[in-house]
């Protein structure tokens, strides 16, 4: 089955720097990888996402890369805010498991001022 | 829209009892909900796949009988914990797709429900 692995496991950076966080995957049929954000004790949000057959997405200052030949994936975060701060999964899917997602473990992003 | 919603957000029980969470999309329809744990500090650990009108399939590790798993209808989706011991504390999650939506593979998940046992 599919196992993704993500880094670093935290991360602190100083408001207005970028932030990046990478994750690899193992399974090359995986061809949907979603980002979600997560504050403590809240519900994971979607951020961004990019499918197999793109290498780059952008929205504002978030950006996620793909690299399927080196099957991994990154998220860019620009200008960096405190509201910023929380952990942010990574995660692929593959349809020919049942459209499971595979998560990542996950990088606590803090975010001082 | 695309929103999902979970009840109770809290539940704290006995040893030895059962508890019944409900997962409800509220503004589409959903033929597979998928449900996760996450322990402290941990990832989403994805125990099932809820699907309506036919059994659910358990994760490798998952204790069917143990956590019972009813999708009744398009909209909701029950999980049962039962006769739930300290070790069964954590954060239970659903999600669900918006198969009509324009991102089918786009997961919406429920707010949670945080479950101690006693």
């Known amino acids: 089955g599919e196992n993704v692995e993500q880094h670093p496991s935290t991360l602190s950076v100083q408001e207005g720097d970028s932030a990046v966080i990478k994750c690899t995957y193992s399974?090359?049929?995986?061809?949907?990888f979603p980002w979600y954000k997560q504050e403590l004790g809240k519900r994971p949000q979607l951020i961004i996402d990019i499918r197999s057959n793109v290498g780059e997405k952008k929205d504002q200052r978030i950006a996620v890369t793909l690299n399927k030949t080196a099957k991994h994936f990154s998220l860019h975060i620009t200008e960096t805010q405190p509201e910023d701060s929380a952990v942010y999964f990574c995660?692929?899917?593959?349809?020919?498991?049942?459209?499971?997602?595979?998560f990542g473990a996950g990088t606590i992003l803090r975010v001082k001022s | 829209g695309a929103v999902v919603s979970q009840h109770p957000s809290r539940v704290i029980c006995k040893s030895g009892t059962s508890v019944k969470i409900e997962c409800r999309s509220l503004d589409f329809q959903a033929t597979t909900m998928f449900w996760y744990r996450q322990f402290p500090k941990q990832s989403l650990m994805l125990m099932a796949t809820s699907n309506e009108g036919s059994k659910a399939t358990y994760e490798q590790g998952v204790e069917k009988d143990k956590f019972l798993i009813n999708h009744a209808s398009l909209t909701l989706s029950t999980l049962t914990v039962t006769s739930a011991h300290p070790e069964d504390s954590s954060f239970y999650i659903c999600?669900?797709?918006?198969?009509?939506?324009?991102?089918?593979?786009?997961?919406?998940f429920g707010p949670g429900t945080r479950l101690t046992v006693l």
């Open positions: 995660a692929a899917l593959n349809k020919e498991y049942g459209n499971k997602l595979v």
């Open positions: 999600s669900a797709r918006d198969l009509a939506g324009g991102n089918t593979d786009t997961q919406y």
């Open positions: 399974d090359s049929a995986s061809n949907y």
